[in-house]
């Protein structure tokens, strides 16, 4: 009896992990991928910046982000360029052309605002002041890889 009742205690161990395990897999399987070239031969940034390199040691630095719909990030900005892609949502990028890197203690405001979809590949603007947000109504998943220097911030707060 302690034999049968063992056998199954397993079986129905087995049964929950399971089926915990393919509840995990199918939530995943929302997201589509397909092979292909996600960003080709980009030389330039939205705002004509040709890509140039760091001038210390090269390094790169990848990420992802998951924004609920609402976040936004504060003012900041990136000393290097960045490859993004967007998998999921809407990401709105907030720039501010004409305060200096030099000057984080005043008040910023937006003169340029852009917002690339789900699917958009772009360059990010290094040197420029922004703010990023999900204004859309789901969530926002977007990776970026930053070409940076070795041991140096990719990311600048005010």
């Known amino acids: 009896m302690k034999l049968h009742f063992s056998i199954l205690s ?18 995943h399987d929302a997201y589509s991928f ?5 960003m080709a031969n980009a030389t330039a940034d939205p705002f004509g910046n040709q890509l140039s390199y760091p001038e210390g040691n090269p390094a ?8 609920q719909p ?19 949502g809407e990401l709105t990028v907030n720039y501010d052309e004409g305060t200096p890197l030099s000057d984080d203690a005043n008040e910023k405001s937006p003169t340029r605002q852009e917002t690339y979809s789900s699917g958009d590949a772009f360059l990010a603007t290094p040197n420029t002041w922004h703010y990023s947000s999900n204004q859309g109504d789901e969530e926002l998943i ?10 140096q911030p990719v990311k600048v707060d005010e």
């Open 34 to 38: 397909e092979s292909g070239t996600l």
């Open 60 to 67: 790169v630095t990848t990420g992802m982000a998951v924004w």
């Open 142 to 151: 977007f990776m970026i890889s930053w070409f940076g220097e070795d041991g």
């Open 10 to 27: 397993l079986f129905l161990l087995a049964s929950c992990t399971m089926s915990e395990v393919e509840t995990t897999m199918t939530t």
């Open 70 to 88: 609402g976040f936004e990030t504060g003012w900041h900005y990136h000393p290097y360029f960045g490859a993004v892609y967007v998998l999921k």
